[in-house]
């Protein structure tokens, strides 16, 4: 079975300032996606950024970007220039990509908080 | 990207009563939708594959009996709770599966007294 780690439970960031979140996984998949998810007090889930496991270029969204390992299972977001509207739980996530429909399999999430 | 709806936001019932929340796909036809349950202060956990047409599919712990599915078109699929009790309070979150991605639904959440 798939897992994903995510070690920190909580990480703290001035504004202006950037910072990165860890995430760890474990398959024996060779073909997958990997998310990175936000979820804002409404709880909406909100996308941001997702990665190709077959693409060894690293996926960026303005300021989000990640540092995808796929020989260390590691799949870090970074956040340049953090807003305030970037504090938020995010979720980094699994989907196995064999083909067919997969569920997602979540990390426990980091709190992220934004310092003024 | 797709547009997922939740029915209802919140709900709040009595114990032992059957509560059923709705998702669907507004603009996007869906063969297969899933559903998540949260609990505070923690991560979304899946808890069953929602098949058009056919029976879904349950994760390993997840009490078919209690939680039905039902996915009768491509836009809409149910989950009732039978016999709720205060244990099954949670916050259910649906999705749908579409260009790679999931779509997630706003979420209901569901007080059992």
């Known amino acids: 079975a798939q897992t994903v780690t995510q070690s920190q439970p909580e990480m703290s960031v001035q504004e202006a300032e950037t910072v990165t979140l860890s995430c760890t996984y474990d398959?024996?998949?060779?073909?997958?996606?990997l998310f990175w998810y936000k979820q804002p007090p409404s709880r909406q889930m909100i996308l941001v950024i997702r990665q190709e496991a077959y693409k060894q270029q690293n996926a960026t969204e303005n300021r989000f970007s990640v540092n995808f390992q796929k020989a260390a299972k590691s799949f870090s977001l970074k956040i340049s220039d953090s807003q305030l509207g970037d504090a938020a739980m995010y979720f980094c996530a699994y989907d196995f990509g064999g083909g067919g429909a997969d569920g997602l399999t979540f990390g426990k999430g980091t709190h992220l908080i934004i310092q003024p | 990207g797709a547009v997922v709806s939740q029915h209802p936001s919140w709900v709040i019932c009595k114990s032992g009563t059957s509560v059923k929340i709705e998702c669907r796909s507004l603009d996007f036809q869906a063969t297969t939708m899933f559903w998540y349950r949260q609990f505070p202060k923690q991560s979304l956990m899946l808890m069953a594959t929602s098949n058009e047409g056919s029976k879904a599919t349950y994760e390993q712990g997840v009490e078919k009996d209690k939680f039905l599915i039902n996915h009768a078109s491509l836009t809409l699929s149910t989950l009732t709770v039978t016999s709720a009790h205060p244990e099954d309070s949670s916050f259910y979150i649906c999705s749908v599966e579409g260009f790679n991605e999931q779509f997630f639904g706003p979420g209901t959440r569901l007080t059992v007294l």
């Open positions: 398959t024996s998949e060779s073909d997958y996606y």
